[in-house]
Every structure is written in structure tokens, then in C-alpha cells.
């Protein structure tokens, strides 16, 4: 089973830009359909991006699509979450996961191993 590990969030201001990284350990990334989800407060986790195994397809959430990124680097064993034009709406803990079965999904049941979390946190 891989483990996962997200680091890169941090506090920004409205209009600014992180990027997440998802490091893995364990096991091949590449072997993995990945996935980026996100959890305010008092909400639901609702999904965010996902990237096939190659890197090939990639699939967003209408609230994020044409500012946020997935990509992937399989040769550094990473998944990758470029956030720009953020908005405080954007606030939530951010998580890595990998797909538990073969496939792609924007479920979080779909997916069987979950990094930590990081904080985003964008000031209005």
C-alpha cells in the first residue's frame, strides 16, 4: 500500500497562487489513478482533480476548473496541485489520494489511500 505525504499549503492572499505536492512512499506512483480532495469546516470532503496513470487525463471540479492544475511526475514518485487565482472560498484542508481499484473516479470512496492533509487558507 503507498503512503502519502502533502506539503505546500500555507496562507495566501486573494489572487495567489500555491502548489501542492503529494510525495509517495511504499509503492510506485505510477501503478495509481491520484486524486486531490479538500475539507472545510463543518463541510463534506468534495473532490477537487484527478489525473490517470500516465498523466495522460486529467478531470476537475467545476468550482476550481481553468485555476487549478493536477499534473504528475512518475520518475519523482509525485502528484502535483498548482492553485492559482485563489479565492477564500478555496480555504480547506487539502488531500492526497490514490485510487483503490483500477479506473478513474471523483468519489472519495473511490479512492483507498489518503495523505495527512494541508492547510490552505486564503485571507480575504
Known amino acids: 500500500q503507498v503512503q502519502l505525504v502533502e506539503s505546500g499549503g500555507g496562507l495566501v492572499q486573494t489572487g495567489g497562487s500555491l502548489r501542492l505536492s503529494c510525495a509517495a512512499s511504499?509503492?510506485?506512483?505510477?501503478?495509481?489513478?491520484m486524486g486531490w480532495f479538500r475539507q472545510a469546516p463543518g463541510k463534506e470532503r468534495e473532490f477537487v482533480a484527478t489525473?490517470?496513470?500516465?498523466?495522460?487525463?486529467?478531470y476537475y471540479a467545476d468550482s476550481v476548473k481553468g485555476r487549478f492544475t493536477i499534473s504528475r511526475d512518475n520518475a519523482q514518485n509525485t502528484v502535483y496541485l498548482q492553485m492559482n487565482s485563489l479565492k477564500p472560498e478555496d480555504t480547506a484542508v487539502y488531500y492526497c489520494a490514490a485510487r483503490s481499484a483500477p479506473g478513474s473516479s471523483t468519489y472519495a470512496s473511490g479512492f483507498g489511500s489518503w495523505g495527512q492533509g494541508t492547510q490552505v487558507t486564503v485571507s480575504s
Open positions: 489525473i490517470s496513470r500516465s498523466g495522460g487525463t486529467t
Open positions: 511504499g509503492r510506485t506512483l505510477s501503478v495509481y489513478a
